[in-house]
């Protein structure tokens, strides 16, 4: 399967948040690095959040970036993350990583992995991105992106890899509520 890229990814409902993680691979690789302990949607959001209230989202920038000054950023009202101190340095680690790693060019991740084994190692090596976010990464390169690499790391169970609208945004978190709440009843 060739590599595409389509015109927006569903998972904010906000069309120019929506937009720009498909236009822009760096921030792709922000809202997953946000995506956790909030809404996909909040997390997902924060990239433009970011490129709005910092006026870039260019790794090398952001990577020399003041550190206080990103603190600040994130902390604005409304907070980019519910951690913003936390997710401000992560973020900023993440851009160090893309920035001496990848020239800048976060899309190298992806697109320059030998297979599905490099690519995992290449994404498992990004500040933030456990197995997890490796695995739903994988699956919305692989279903969203059309990255061959990433077609094996695409795990069998519905991923945001799935979403292709806002509907199905809802119906996939409205699963993994579902999923989470049967695992605490099971654990009780």
Do not use: C
């Not at 921030?27 to 996909?40: E, M, T």
């Not at 990103?70 to 902390?75: Q, S, T």
């Not at 899309?107 to 456990?130: M, N, T």
Request: aromatic share 6%.
């Amino acid at each position: 399967m060739a590599a595409t890229r389509p015109d927006r990814l569903h998972f904010t409902g906000n069309d120019e948040a929506d937009e720009l993680l498909a236009r822009e691979p760096f921030a792709l690789l922000v809202g997953f690095a946000l995506d956790q302990q909030v809404p996909v949607q909040t997390a997902f959001a924060g990239p433009l959040k970011l490129k709005q209230r910092l006026g870039t989202l260019e790794p090398a920038e952001i990577a020399v970036a003041d550190p206080s000054r990103l603190d600040e950023v994130f902390r604005e009202k409304p907070a980019i993350h519910r951690f913003p101190g936390n997710m401000a340095r992560r973020v900023q680690d993440l851009a160090a990583v893309v920035a001496e790693d990848y020239d800048g060019d976060a899309e190298r991740v992806w697109s320059e992995a030998a297979d599905g084994a490099d690519l995992r190692k290449r994404i498992a090596a990004l500040p933030g991105f456990g197995e997890m976010k490796v695995k739903a990464l994988g699956a919305v390169l692989a279903k969203r992106f059309g990255v061959d690499a990433a077609q094996e790391l695409a795990p069998k169970h519905p991923t945001l890899g799935d979403v292709d609208s806002i509907e199905a945004l809802e119906a996939y978190q409205a699963k993994k509520r579902a999923y989470k709440a049967s695992m605490r009843a099971a654990k009780a």
